[in-house]
């Protein structure tokens, strides 16, 4: 059986190294194939043409060097990711190393090199040329959206626990995070806790439940069959835990600080609920996850 792929996208940067500090930690990961992705820039071939134009005269060895700096950066990043990916456990031969020259740009490249067969892609909020007060660089923005077919992490800085969180509602995206956690997580002894949030302007039985009035028992159902899914591929069943919070203010501020006082560092959660519209690419709960919860490790299914 062939194992699954985990494209690991990084870019040299410190920020990047924290994602690979992220997976040496999480040992859900540890049996399936890393693959560390970077987009090269390469100098383009037409500064190389220009050089020779009196204009750019002088400037072949000052690209060059550059060029070379960035190629050693990376080098060496690899190197030290591969070091402490195998000290956590990672074999040898489950950590592959791709440096791929720019062909379309970043997030078209990673976006073509992320429909070859992977589980998942790990990625940052932030890469290299992160900008002060911004939570999301513009190339994580992208790939929220193009990536739509696959579970996406956005690594965190919180220090890994083996605890779960997956907030819930009755959709079936909701369903797909729980049969992710199980695919990646049934074996690996971490607990799981089933989390739904009632805002303060709601009673346990609304609209945001469907067309069945009784949003209870709704609830009640999916969290059953989510449990049964857990436990069918693993996880033990007394490491499974339902929690209903109501009258609340903002769910994605509720699921933020219920995961910051509980000591869980990884939410799993759909990227859309049961409001969902068309034309939206990301519900509007989980992107805000996404902000609220900056330093933990969101998991979009």
Same mark, same amino acid.
């Given at each position: 059986?062939?194992?699954?792929?985990?494209?690991?996208?990084?870019?040299?940067?410190?920020?990047?190294?924290?994602?690979?500090?992220?997976?040496?930690?999480?040992?859900?990961?540890?049996?399936?194939?890393?693959?560390?992705?970077?987009?090269?820039?390469?100098?383009?071939?037409?500064?190389?043409?220009?050089?020779?134009?009196?204009?750019?005269?002088?400037?072949?060895?000052?690209?060059?060097?550059?060029?070379?700096?960035?190629?050693?950066?990376?080098?060496?990043?690899?190197?030290?990711?591969?070091?402490?990916?195998?000290?956590?456990?990672?074999?040898?031969?489950?950590?592959?190393?791709?440096?791929?020259?720019?062909?379309?740009?970043?997030?078209?490249?990673?976006?073509?090199?992320?429909?070859?067969?992977?589980?998942?892609?790990?990625?940052?909020?932030?890469?290299?040329?992160?900008?002060?007060?911004?939570?999301?660089?513009? %190339?994580?923005?992208?790939?929220?959206?193009?990536? $739509?077919? &696959?579970?996406? *992490?956005? #690594?965190?800085?919180?220090?890994? +626990?083996?605890?779960?969180?997956?907030?819930?509602?009755?959709?079936?995206?909701?369903?797909?995070?729980?049969?992710?956690?199980?695919?990646?997580?049934?074996?690996?002894?971490?607990?799981?806790?089933?989390?739904?949030?009632?805002?303060?302007?709601?009673?346990?039985?609304?609209?945001?439940?469907?067309?069945?009035?009784?949003?209870?028992?709704?609830?009640?159902?999916?969290?059953?069959?989510?449990?049964?899914?857990?436990?069918?591929?693993?996880?033990?069943?007394?490491?499974?835990?339902?929690? %209903?919070?109501?009258?609340?203010?903002?769910?994605? $501020?509720? &699921?933020?600080? *219920?995961? #910051?006082?509980?000591?869980?560092? +990884?939410?799993?959660?759909?990227?859309?609920?049961?409001?969902?519209?068309?034309?939206?690419?990301?519900?509007?709960?989980?992107?805000?996850?996404?902000?609220?919860?900056?330093?933990?490790?969101?998991?979009?299914?």
């Amino acid at each position: 059986m062939e194992k699954k792929k985990i494209l690991v996208l990084v870019d040299g940067s410190e920020r990047s190294l924290n994602t690979i500090r992220f997976i040496a930690a999480f040992s859900p990961l540890r049996d399936m194939q890393l693959v560390l992705f970077n987009v090269f820039h390469k100098v383009p071939d037409y500064y190389w043409d220009l050089s020779n134009e009196p204009m750019m005269a002088g400037k072949a060895p000052h690209m060059a060097s550059w060029e070379a700096q960035n190629r050693q950066t990376i080098d060496q990043f690899m190197e030290k990711s591969v070091a402490m990916l195998r000290t956590s456990g990672f074999k040898p031969e489950d950590v592959v190393l791709k440096i791929q020259n720019r062909v379309k740009g970043v997030t078209r490249d990673i976006i073509a090199e992320a429909a070859r067969g992977y589980t998942a892609v790990v990625a940052r909020r932030r890469g290299f040329t992160k900008v002060p007060g911004l939570l999301m660089g513009s %190339v994580a923005d992208k790939l929220l959206i193009s990536l $739509g077919e &696959i579970p996406l *992490f956005f #690594a965190g800085m919180e220090p890994v +626990t083996e605890k779960i969180l997956i907030p819930m509602d009755s959709s079936e995206s909701s369903m797909n995070a729980v049969r992710f956690v199980a695919d990646i997580a049934g074996k690996s002894g971490y607990s799981v806790t089933l989390f739904h949030v009632v805002r303060e302007n709601e009673v346990f039985s609304d609209e945001s439940y469907g067309d069945n009035p009784d949003g209870r028992k709704i609830m009640l159902e999916v969290f059953d069959q989510a449990k049964a899914v857990l436990v069918e591929r693993g996880v033990n069943a007394e490491s499974i835990e339902e929690k %209903v919070i109501t009258g609340e203010g903002s769910r994605a $501020g509720s &699921i933020a600080r *219920f995961a #910051a006082e509980n000591g869980f560092s +990884t939410i799993v959660m759909g990227r859309h609920g049961v409001s969902k519209v068309r034309e939206f690419f990301l519900g509007r709960v989980s992107k805000k996850v996404l902000y609220a919860a900056h330093k933990h490790t969101v998991c979009l299914v």
